[in-house]
Structures are given as structure tokens and as C-alpha cells.
């Protein structure tokens, strides 16, 4: 980890907090931890912060901690970019991560493109192809009695439905696993090959298609126009990747946090078994109580924020799990109510940028949790065993390893 940038000019020295998304309490890959509820206590300080040590490339962030200021920053991308260039930074490679790190008005002509394929029509569509999916994969652990949830069930199935959305054959799906264990669980140089091989499938994908059109996701893209001229390849395979990087590790940690929680709570397992017309708000409960995803913005300019000078190039960022247990917009915010109604979480965040999988991942969380009730008895997290858990731009679990009695 390098030395942390110093705190700038700018930053009241009342307003400093150590604090890490990424190295702090609750934070590091720890067993059996709860890294979404080791922040809930950040209600208790002031509604905006500055972390001189936060990220894991040595730069300090702004921290709002209320749910309403999220919003006003999320909704203000002329204030708060989005235009921070993961991909560039991390594999010096320029690509531009559509639409996620444009800001609007160019933002809206990517969205309006998008939208329509991830629509819940859509997303309906492809909903008999994902139950199949989870139904074979669960069939294929019932009797064994035991499994470990990201690798044998959690990832494969995220793979499997996104096989199906870009219109590949399932036969690819272990080839994709690969990419996807490395680029989420890999060192930074296996990371980065993982990326760098994801992009030139989407490379050779985007030119396939362009030789040999389907009917599929890419067709749709490299045939699109977009603001009055085609598309261009590099945006293109920039679409492709992110898709990868967005729609697999937050469906695949969304499944663990869900099932741990299962797990370890078996009065909630029978009640949704007895009546699983009730696993819709159950599982919006649960995206509420352990969300993944860390918006992060750049100030392009200078501003203030109720008082608060922050400088053009500061970073920012807008915890959802934090923005989740606000009091002020959640009753009782720390304790689980999965019959919760009204339940107007940030897990898919808010304002532009506002995922556009969402209607497609809670599909996949509920038709898991449903499946996986239906086949599985009462299940427990395995003795002597614990998830390990973890903080950072994407929360996490791994190792979770779950038994049930076998009839
Ligand atoms: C439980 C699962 C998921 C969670 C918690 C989640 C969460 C989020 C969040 C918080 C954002 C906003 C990021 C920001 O503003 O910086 C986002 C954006 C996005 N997500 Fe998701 N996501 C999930 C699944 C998916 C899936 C399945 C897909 C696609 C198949 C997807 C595709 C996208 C895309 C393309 C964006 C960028 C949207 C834009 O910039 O306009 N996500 N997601």
C-alpha cells in the first residue's frame, strides 16, 4: 500500500477522519466478518468527511455519510464526474467505460441505446433460460450435502446468465469462470490479464459480429448509432467489458451476503419456505442491509457543499451501505425486517448512473433464493468454518461454505 497522499490545503483539519474502505476495521479480508455493518456507525459522526488514506492507490476521499446528500451529489454529474478511467489507470489502456464513466448530456444518447436490452420486458424473456439455469446447478448439489456457494453455485450461475444475455453458448461458460475468478480474486497482475483477455474477446466479438451479425447483444451495439454517427469498435468492446465487470461479481457477492444471512438465521428460511411470495422483498431487504457497490465521483471544479470547499480533482465518494442505514430514512435501520415495504435503498445507486443490470439482478437474486429454497432443507454455515468478508470498491464473500442433511 503506498504512504497516503497528504491531507490538501483545503481540508479543515475537524473534518479528517481515519477511515478505509479498504484497510480499515471490518474492512480487511477477515472470516466471519460484517463489513457493511462495520460502517453503520459512521451516522454517529459528521454527515461529510475527508479520508486522507482511503483507496488502495494512495488518494484521499470525501465520505458522505447521509442517504439525502448522496443523492444531491449523484444527481449533480456537472459537479461530481464520473469521468475517472478505471480501465485506463489500471492497464494503461484508453478505453472509455460506456456508460459508466461518462457524464450526461453524452451519457443520455449511450443510456437511451442500452436501456431497452436490459428492460424488464427483456429481462422477462430471458427468465425461464435463468430458473433452468439455477434449478440444473442446484439439482447438481442437493445430494451431496454440502457445498461452497461462490464457486459452485453463486458465480457459475452469474456466468451462465450472462452467457444467455450476451447470446453465447453455455459451453464457454468455464472459460469464462476463469476470467471471472481472476479478474475478481486474482493478484493485480492477474487481475489485469484477466481484464486484458476480456477485452480481447470483446475485440473479436465486436468484429465477428461486425463480418457475421446475430441476433444479439453485440449486433445490436456495433449496429447501433449513437448522437447521429456508428459506433465505434473501441466503444463497442468499452460497453462489453464493463458489462463483465459490473454484472457478475455484484450478483455473485448479492448471492452470498443472502444465503450467509439464510445461513445463519433458520426461522427466515422456513418462513420464506412456507411462503415464498415473500422472497421479492426479502431480497430487497437484504440488498438494502448488505449492498456492495461504492459510488465514487471527481469534483470537476471547485465547490462547496453546505460549507464545505471541496477542489476541482478531489475525490468522492458515496458508501450505499452507509447511505442504507440512515436513520433518518430507514426505521430502525440496523435491524432486518424482510418484510420491509417502501423500501427506497441505494444499492443500485441513484440519479443517471443508476445500474442499468438492476431489473435483471434482482431477477437472478430472486429466482436463486427461490430455487435454492425449493431444493435445498434447512441449511446451516458449515461448523468450523467461516465466510471470509471484505470491503473495498466491491464488497465481498468467499469461502462460504454451507451443509444440510440429505434424505
Ligand atoms: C446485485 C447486483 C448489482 C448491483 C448491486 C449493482 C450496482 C450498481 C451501482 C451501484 C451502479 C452505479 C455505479 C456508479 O454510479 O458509480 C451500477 C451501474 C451499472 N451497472 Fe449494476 N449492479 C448490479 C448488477 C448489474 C448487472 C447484472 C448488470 C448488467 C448485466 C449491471 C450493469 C451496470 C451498468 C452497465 C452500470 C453503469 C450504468 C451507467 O453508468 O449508466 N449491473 N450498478
Known amino acids: 500500500m503506498p504512504n497516503p497522499a497528504p491531507v490538501p490545503d483545503h481540508v ?35 454527515p461529510v468527511f475527508y479520508a486522507p488514506n482511503n483507496t488502495y492507490d494512495g488518494y484521499g476521499t470525501w465520505v458522505f455519510v447521509r442517504a439525502e446528500d448522496q443523492r444531491r451529489v449523484l444527481q449533480d454529474a456537472e459537479t461530481f464526474s464520473s469521468h475517472r478511467r478505471i480501465f485506463e489507470k489500471a492497464l494503461g489502456y484508453d478505453l472509455p467505460t460506456i456508460p459508466l464513466e461518462i457524464d450526461p448530456p453524452e451519457h443520455g444518447a449511450y443510456r437511451s441505446l442500452l436501456n431497452p436490452l436490459l428492460s424488464p420486458k427483456r429481462v422477462m424473456a430471458m427468465e425461464a433460460a435463468n430458473r433452468a439455469r439455477a434449478a440444473e446447478l442446484i439439482d447438481g448439489l442437493a445430494a451431496k450435502g454440502h457445498c461452497e456457494v461462490m464457486t459452485d453455485f453463486a458465480f457459475p450461475f452469474a456466468v451462465g446468465v450472462f452467457l444467455e444475455f450476451l447470446g453465447l453458448p453455455q459451453s464457454r461458460r468455464e472459460e469464462f469462470l476463469g476470467w471471472a475468478d481472476k479478474q475478481f480474486h486474482g493478484t493485480p497482475e492477474e487481475r489485469g490479464e484477466a481484464i486484458r483477455t476480456v477485452i480481447a474477446f470483446m475485440e473479436e466479438l465486436v468484429a465477428l459480429r461486425r463480418r457475421e451479425p446475430a441476433e444479439d447483444f453485440m449486433t445490436f451495439v456495433v449496429e447501433a448509432r449513437v448522437g447521429g454517427r456508428a459506433m465505434t469498435d473501441k ?119 443508476r445500474c442499468l443490470g438492476s431489473h435483471l439482478a434482482r431477477r437472478e437474486l430472486v429466482i436463486a433464493m427461490e430455487e435454492w429454497l425449493k431444493r435445498i432443507p434447512a441449511f446451516r454455515i458449515t461448523p468450523g468454518t467461516a465466510p471470509l468478508t471484505y470491503g473495498g470498491h466491491v464488497f465481498g464473500i468467499e469461502d462460504l461454505r454451507l451443509d444440510w442433511e440429505v434424505g
Open 235 to 353: 466503444e463497442a468492446v468499452g460497453m462489453g467489458a464493463l458489462l463483465f465487470v459490473a454484472g457478475l461479481d455484484t450478483v455473485a457477492a448479492a448471492i452470498g451476503f443472502d444465503f450467509r444471512y439464510l445461513a445463519e438465521n433458520a426461522d427466515a428460511q422456513d418462513r420464506l419456505r412456507a411462503d415464498p411470495g415473500g422472497i421479492v422483498l426479502a431480497v430487497e431487504e437484504l440488498l438494502r442491509m448488505f449492498p456492495t457497490v461504492l459510488m465514487t465521483r471527481i469534483a470537476a471544479c471547485d465547490t462547496e457543499f453546505d460549507g464545505i470547499a471541496i477542489k476541482a480533482g478531489d475525490r468522492i465518494s458515496c458508501p450505499s451501505m452507509v447511505a442504507n442505514r440512515d436513520p433518518a430514512e430507514f426505521p430502525d435501520p440496523n435491524r432486518i425486517d424482510l418484510a420491509r415495504e417502501n423500501n427506497r435503498h441505494v444499492a443500485f445507486a441513484y440519479g443517471p448512473h
Open 12 to 46: 479543515p483539519p475537524d473534518l479528517v477522519r481515519d477511515f478505509s474502505y479498504f484497510t480499515g476495521p471490518g474492512m480487511c479480508p477477515m472470516r466471519g466478518g460484517d463489513p457493511q455493518g462495520a460502517l453503520a456507525d459512521l451516522h454517529d459522526g459528521p
